[in-house]
């Protein structure tokens, strides 16, 4: 830590993908990709290789990941586990106190859509011998106790690991239970220890805010007031039990915080100072009913220079997910482009639809088996809520969104025709394809369709019934369509299909794909690319 030159101790081909200190300081745990099987075939010689549940863009199977251990000075590499099970998206590893073992969360092969069958397991340092922490339930991510003695689970609370989780305190001994998050009945983004092991630090969405929790173990779960301040999960846990975190206000992007075990919040960075010299738009949290009574709430953002008694243009930003929630903070990619928007002269409503993860399990459970048209009505009350409050002007409203708000835009221009314009990025369209040519498979959409299967005569139906495509007929909105040309999570072929729909049917719509890999560009520049399509179809349209 005095400086000087870093040590190179690894040498893996396909990298080291994350790593843990043993508790000793003298070697290390990590994970890596298997090599590539050896072959004396030539270079360019490319084989064929069996398909079993890999997305549609897969090129080379896939190859596990395996535990290694190594001296902190390089030296005595050894591979822990073999065979095809593999570390869970992410690769956490934890080392127990005795350093006996290792913590980590495994899945039967390295295919990404069978993270649905993943196990948090116990995996003995030496033999690479292995067994489920739960044997009676899957789980997907874990908190390892200081002292080794209990762990939390990332448990899903209906055996769907696309629904709601709570974080599940468990003796590492024996599996058995100690505690559960059902008490504070939200959805488990994040959750750590204390430093004692007597509480458990949980990190939920609740309404329109990002929130943190203390959980005494035996005790209630209390919520922490940060004020004005919303708590980011990522965070860590200081040895005197401080908890620094990047948090967010309606004003201010990420910035980091620590609240001390006994203190109060401290604000340590201002990267975003430079904001002060800017209008900002203001948000607030708006409420209203569903058609069938069911509360809903959302984030509305207000014009720049907004003025009471004038109507203005709206626009609907509907987020993904599903299970998410749309907060008032600033710094997502949400409220980034909802501050856009605003300076653009827009109302913008943010809705947290039925299967959004702030209001609970029986709010997120309900978009079960109506999974685009049950909150499809909820977006559809939001407007008239908006409406009744005098300050739209009825005559300009959009609707947008991305994935999960891409599926909400396409079912919406396909059910009602007040709309001036619409951007539909990345949406599922089509709900059988979605099944058969993304990394989530087919299980993502049979949970959230209640169990329908794409190979019944039923369950086809019912995938059609909730697929936008379907209504395709209908649509007359002048439709932005958006899309990177290698996205596995939900795949280009549904914009085509979509884009064919309304194009050679006479229908205003133009379609833009970014050569980009992944589900939304990673890069600033592909970020503010889809920005200004996104703004620029709206100021075409409803200006």
Request: aromatic content about 10%.
């Amino acid at each position: 830590m005095n400086g000087g030159d870093s040590q190179k101790i690894t040498d893996v081909k396909s990298g080291v993908a994350s790593f843990a200190w043993r508790p000793d300081g003298a070697a290390f745990a990590y994970l890596a990709e298997d090599d590539p099987p050896k072959t004396k075939a030539p270079e360019d010689y490319v084989p064929g290789f069996p398909v079993t549940d890999e997305h549609f863009l897969t090129r080379e199977p896939s190859r596990p990941a395996h535990l290694w251990t190594i001296a902190a000075d390089g030296k005595g590499g050894k591979q822990i586990t073999k065979g095809d099970m593999s570390p869970s998206d992410g690769g956490e590893i934890a080392w127990t106190p005795d350093a006996t073992a290792v913590v980590m969360t495994l899945q039967p092969d390295a295919v990404f859509a069978h993270l649905t069958k993943a196990r948090t397991m116990l995996v003995d340092a030496t033999t690479g011998a292995a067994h489920a922490v739960r044997s009676d339930s899957l789980d997907s991510g874990f908190a390892l106790s200081h002292d080794g003695k209990r762990i939390a689970l990332s448990t899903p609370r209906h055996g769907s690991a696309y629904l709601q989780h709570d974080a599940d305190v468990r003796a590492l001994a024996d599996g058995s239970e100690v505690q559960s998050t059902a008490a504070i009945d939200r959805n488990a983004h994040w959750f750590a220890f204390t430093p004692d092991d007597n509480t458990l630090l949980v990190a939920t969405a609740d309404g329109v805010r990002d929130v943190l929790w203390r959980y005494p173990l035996g005790g209630k779960p209390q919520r922490v007031d940060l004020g004005e301040v919303d708590f980011g999960a990522d965070a860590t846990v200081a040895h005197d039990g401080s908890v620094a975190f990047v948090g967010q206000r309606r004003d201010d992007p990420g910035e980091i915080y620590v609240l001390p075990q006994n203190g109060t919040l401290r604000k340590l960075t201002s990267e975003n100072a430079f904001l002060g010299g800017y209008a900002l738009a203001r948000r607030d949290r708006v409420d209203w009913k569903s058609d069938d009574g069911m509360p809903v709430n959302g984030v509305l953002t207000y014009p720049t220079g907004y003025q009471p008694g004038k109507k203005y243009p709206l626009i609907l930003d509907i987020h993904g997910g599903p299970v998410s929630t749309s907060t008032w903070d600033f710094g997502t990619i949400e409220g980034a482009i909802c501050q856009v928007l605003a300076a653009h002269g827009y109302l913008v409503l943010q809705p947290n639809y039925r299967g959004s993860d702030d209001e609970g399990d029986a709010f997120l459970q309900a978009i079960v088996p109506h999974v685009t048209s049950g909150p499809g009505r909820d977006n559809l009350a939001g407007v008239e809520a908006l409406k009744a409050m005098g300050i739209v002007d009825e005559s300009r409203i959009g609707v947008s969104g991305w994935s999960g708000g891409g599926l909400q835009t396409g079912w919406l221009v396909g059910h009602a025709t007040f709309w001036r314009a619409a951007v539909a990025g990345a949406g599922v369209y089509d709900w059988w394809e979605q099944a058969v040519l993304a990394d989530i498979n087919e299980q993502f959409a049979i949970d959230f369709l209640g169990g329908a299967s794409p190979w019944t005569k039923d369950g086809r139906a019912a995938f059609a019934a909730e697929s936008p495509i379907t209504y395709a007929a209908n649509i007359r909105t002048p439709l932005l369509i958006l899309s990177d040309t290698a996205d596995q999570r939900v795949p280009i072929a549904q914009s085509y299909a979509l884009y064919h729909a309304l194009h050679d049917r006479g229908s205003p719509v133009k379609f833009v794909a970014f050569p980009r890999a992944g589900h939304f560009p990673s890069d600033p520049v592909g970020r503010e690319a889809v920005e200004r399509q996104w703004v620029g179809w709206f100021d075409q349209w409803m200006k």
